[in-house]
């Protein structure tokens, strides 16, 4: 015959289903603040990758925009310097030298 | 015997009188020869001077369109190099160089029609010298109008089409810069 000793604290079915729902619940707690770690930690290298190649485009962009804007002056100063010096080229000489008087009676001693 | 005399003395008297006026009509004929010859000679001399002015000219003037469409050309050249739209100031170019050949060639013409004068300025009509002569002003004019049809397209078409270049590399470039980079 069985003896029917009475259970252990430890025995008794509900605090073994408190302790399985307790261990379940610190498992998932670790498991949850494991993955929100490991993504923030993505996050955080997603962003400092996005924001160092943003970065590198803008700084690249203002060089770039300064470089053309030197490049337009200088450009624009040379086309100012031809169209002055073709100016000058053609008012060195005149229309005036096949104008109708120089051809007239007068001027041919008729 | 004495009418005799007279009449004898009145008639030598007309004799004298006709020889003589005949010897002042060939002194006149030989002055107004001698005349038109110093004439013919001066406009000879002054139709040469023409030539040779207008040619000096035509040199001049020449020499200085080159000038400025070789200037336009290598202007071209450079900003097309650096990325430039020069396809209209190329168009221009062309129209450039053809009003220039086209002063060149009736400038020939011109000085052409002017020494064929002088072959008519002696010894021939004056209706043919003074046709010749019309022939030649008018190609003068055509020559002026050459002239200023040229200076007229390098202020009115050619030049505002260089400057706009300047406004057009820098609209460029700001839309690259802010679009792809």
Same mark, same amino acid.
């Given at each position: 015959m069985v003896e029917n000793t009475p259970l252990h604290k430890?025995?008794?079915?509900?605090?073994?289903?408190?302790?399985?729902f307790?261990?379940?619940a610190i498992i998932l707690a670790l498991a949850g603040w494991y993955a929100l770690t490991y993504q923030s930690t993505v996050e955080d290298d997603a962003l400092? =990758?996005?924001?160092?190649?943003y970065s590198a485009t803008l700084h690249k962009g203002t060089k770039t925009t300064t470089a053309t804007t030197t490049t337009a002056s200088t450009t624009g100063a040379e086309i100012?310097?031809?169209?002055?010096a073709i100016?000058?080229? =053609?008012?060195?000489?005149?229309?005036?030298?096949?104008?109708?008087?120089?051809?007239?009676n007068t001027a041919l001693g008729l | 015997m004495k009418k005799a005399l007279i009449i004898l003395g009145t008639t030598g008297l007309l004799v004298a009188s006709v020889a003589a006026a005949k010897v002042d009509t060939s002194a006149l004929k030989v002055q107004r020869a001698a005349n038109a010859q110093v004439k013919c000679d001066f406009i000879e001399t002054n139709v040469a001077r023409k030539v040779t002015k207008f040619e000096t000219n035509r040199n001049k003037h020449v020499t200085s369109y080159i000038k400025t469409k070789e200037r336009v050309a290598a202007l071209v050249t450079k900003l097309e190099a650096k990325g430039y739209d020069?396809?209209?100031?190329?168009?221009?170019?062309?129209?450039y160089d053809a009003k220039i050949k086209k002063f060149s060639d009736d400038h020939v013409a011109y000085v052409a029609a002017l020494t064929s004068t002088q072959e008519f300025a002696c010894g021939k009509s004056e209706g043919e010298f003074k046709s010749q002569l019309a022939a030649a002003r008018a190609v003068l004019k055509t020559v002026h109008d050459d002239s200023v049809a040229i200076r007229t397209y390098w202020a009115e078409t050619v030049k505002p089409d260089i400057l706009a270049l300047k406004a057009q590399k820098i609209t460029e470039k700001t839309k690259t810069v802010g679009g792809t980079e």
């Open positions: 430890h025995e008794h079915p509900l605090y073994q289903w408190i302790a399985l307790a261990s379940v400092a =990758t996005v924001e160092s190649a100012d310097a031809q169209v002055s100016n000058n080229e =053609t008012n060195s000489v005149s229309s005036d030298d096949f104008s109708d008087n120089k051809l007239d | 020069v396809t209209k100031l190329k168009a221009d170019l062309t129209e």
